[in-house]
């Protein structure tokens, strides 16, 4: 019986595995790092909502669309259990968990996300 200690591998597996490891760590790394672009999101009210004083605002782009709906909420004193719809371009409503990044590479118009929001369903 030999132990697993006196094995050692060959000299050109050892040199793989740590190019392997340096790439897995810079990749890691890049994941790692917060993007600190920012998105102009353009706040459009629909039917009877409030309308906004200051309608621009620049928001992480790395941040998801969740935080988007929280801001707004803060921003028109809405409460959780008020209802209020948000829409991209007039035409659906987005997931909580799309980041803004991929929704403004996506949608962008005229370099702004528009976001629609409105106090009842206006589409879909």
Same mark, same amino acid.
């Given at each position: 019986?030999?132990?697993?200690?006196?094995?050692?591998?060959?000299s !050109?597996?050892?040199?793989?595995?740590?190019?392997?490891?340096?790439?897995?760590?810079?990749?890691? %790394?890049t994941?790692?790092?917060?993007?600190?672009?920012?998105?102009?999101?353009?706040?459009k009210?629909?039917?009877?909502?409030?309308?906004?004083? %200051? &309608?621009?605002?620049?928001?992480?782009s790395?941040?998801?669309? %969740?935080?988007?709906?929280?801001?707004?909420?803060?921003?028109?004193?809405?409460?959780?259990?008020?209802p209020?719809?948000?829409?991209? &371009?007039l035409?659906?409503?987005?997931?909580?968990?799309?980041?803004?990044?991929?929704?403004?590479?996506?949608? %962008?118009?005229? &370099?702004?996300?528009?976001?629609?929001?409105?106090t009842?369903?206006? !589409?879909?």
């Amino acid at each position: 019986m030999t132990d697993s200690a006196d094995r050692s591998l060959p000299s !050109w597996a050892s040199s793989a595995i740590s190019e392997t490891n340096e790439e897995a760590l810079k990749a890691l %790394q890049t994941y790692k790092k917060k993007d600190a672009d920012k998105v102009i999101v353009r706040f459009k009210a629909v039917g009877n909502a409030p309308i906004m004083k %200051q &309608n621009f605002f620049k928001i992480t782009s790395s941040n998801r669309f %969740q935080a988007v709906i929280q801001f707004l909420r803060k921003e028109l004193g809405y409460k959780g259990s008020e209802p209020l719809h948000t829409y991209i &371009n007039l035409a659906f409503s987005p997931a909580p968990d799309d980041t803004v990044a991929n929704l403004f590479k996506s949608f %962008q118009t005229d &370099n702004h996300l528009i976001v629609n929001y409105s106090t009842t369903a206006a !589409w879909g």
